[in-house]
T-cell receptor, first 117, second 112 residues
Framework: EPEVTQTPSHQVTQMGQEVILRCVPI?????FYWYRQILGQKVEFLVS????????KSEIFDDQFSVERPDGSNFTLKIRSTKLEDSAMYFC???????????????FGPGTRLTVT | LAKTTQPISMDSYEGQEVNITCSHN???????ITWYQQFPSQGPRFIIQ???TKVTNEVASLFIPADRKSSTLSLPRVSLSDTAVYYC?????????????FGKGTMLLVSP
């Protein structure tokens, strides 16, 4: 069964450093997403991406965040200057174009645990 | 976006049927109801979705009454591996994709 993959599984960085989290969505999917989950809290939507541009973003997704699909397979989340409060599990997800079948099914990756010290 | 309310936690034993009810009093006409499951340190996983009446797949059933103000996820004969957080989500799906808004979910603990 196809799956979303994410690298690295765990990233430790110092405050103020830049990090890039990588994701490989399912190959025939058209929509890509990033979510985050701070330990013990809810899963929070960050951004959705379609046709090489951002479709929607949350208030969390401010100027320190950016997303990119640099080639045909990878989807990345960059955090420019990390803060302590950016420590969380970051999940990438992908989905098909669901206008035909009214599906809410998104496929999530295993996550990258980001620890900012 | 319709707000959802579900129990914070539930306990069950192996082999029992578990029903988790979610309230969504302000559900809109275009809104669908979706349930996700999340194991510790893993990403959420889609379980089932529905609009009205009953939907069944190989994992669960979803019961939605006529007024659609609530829904019940039914897990038949749970096992220890069904211990997870279960999320009820309600939202609109008219634009080709869906932004998922998760609540706190229901922590289901299945014991031997």
């Amino acid at each position: 069964e196809p799956e979303v993959t994410q690298t690295p599984s765990h990233q430790v960085t110092q405050m103020g450093q830049e990090v890039i989290l990588r994701c490989v969505p399912i190959s025939n999917h058209l929509y890509f997403y990033w979510y985050r989950q701070i330990l013990g809290q809810k899963v929070e939507f960050l951004v959705s991406f379609y046709n090489n541009e951002i479709s929607e973003k949350s208030e969390i997704f401010d100027d320190q965040f950016s997303v990119e699909r640099p080639d045909g397979s990878n989807f990345t989340l960059k955090i420019r200057s990390t803060k302590l409060e950016d420590s969380a599990m970051y999940f990438c997800a992908s989905s098909e174009d669901n206008r035909q079948e009214w599906s809410y099914e998104q496929y999530f990756g295993p996550g990258t645990r980001l620890t900012v010290t | 976006l319709a707000k959802t309310t579900q129990p914070i936690s539930m306990d069950s034993y192996e082999g029992q049927e578990v029903n988790i009810t979610c309230s969504h009093n302000n559900i809109a006409t275009n809104d669908y109801i979706t349930w996700y499951q999340q194991f510790p340190s893993q990403g959420p996983r889609f379980i089932i979705q529905g609009y009205k009446t009953k939907v069944t797949n190989e994992v669960a059933s979803l019961f939605i009454p006529a007024d659609r103000k609530s829904s019940t996820l039914s897990l038949p004969r749970v096992s220890l591996s069904d211990t997870a957080v279960y999320y009820c989500l309600v939202g609109d799906n008219t634009i080709g994709y869906s932004t998922l808004t998760f609540g706190k979910g229901t922590m289901l603990l299945v014991s031997p």
